[in-house]
């Protein structure tokens, strides 16, 4: 429409109909009823069927475990702290004790400050003198 047809208004006169603004926004409540009554109802059912599961294996199932498989390596840490303890205990435990290392050679192993000691006692182990061999390509 021009605005000589609208009689000099230059903004729309007629309203929206009511009837269709509520049947959508009726409809749009009815459907969110809807849809949280079936997630209720779904986590119940989880939860039903875990607790199944924990009671006839004795252990928590992972809705996420997919047939036992591991992914590949490298796999992800879930006890950071835990494995830093352990790992540091055992090097601690190999810094600072005595053990073989190879009992056919007679190599042990001697905990750090020992070693240390024996070094500033002893001194430094000198390399063994080679024999005298010509350069590679020469006479």
């Known amino acids: 429409m021009t605005e000589a047809q609208n009689n000099g208004r230059a903004y729309e006169t007629e309203d929206a109909t009511l009837r269709p603004l509520l049947l959508f926004f009726g409809g749009l409540f009815v459907l969110c009823v809807v849809v949280f009554a079936a997630m209720l109802l779904l986590f119940r059912v989880f939860e039903r069927a875990s607790a199944d599961a924990e009671r006839h294996a004795n ?27 352990t790992h540091r205990a055992a ?43 010509t350069a590679p390509g020469g006479p």
């Open 59 to 85: 252990v928590h199932l992972s809705p996420l475990a997919t047939g036992g498989r591991l992914p590949p390596e490298p796999r992800l840490q879930y006890a950071e702290p835990a494995d830093l303890a």
């Open 91 to 133: 090097q601690s435990g190999r810094a600072t004790t005595y053990g073989w290392i190879d009992r056919s050679a007679g190599v042990v192993r001697l905990p750090v400050a020992r070693a240390a000691a024996l070094i500033l006692q002893r001194g430094l182990p000198q390399p063994q003198p080679t024999t005298a061999t």
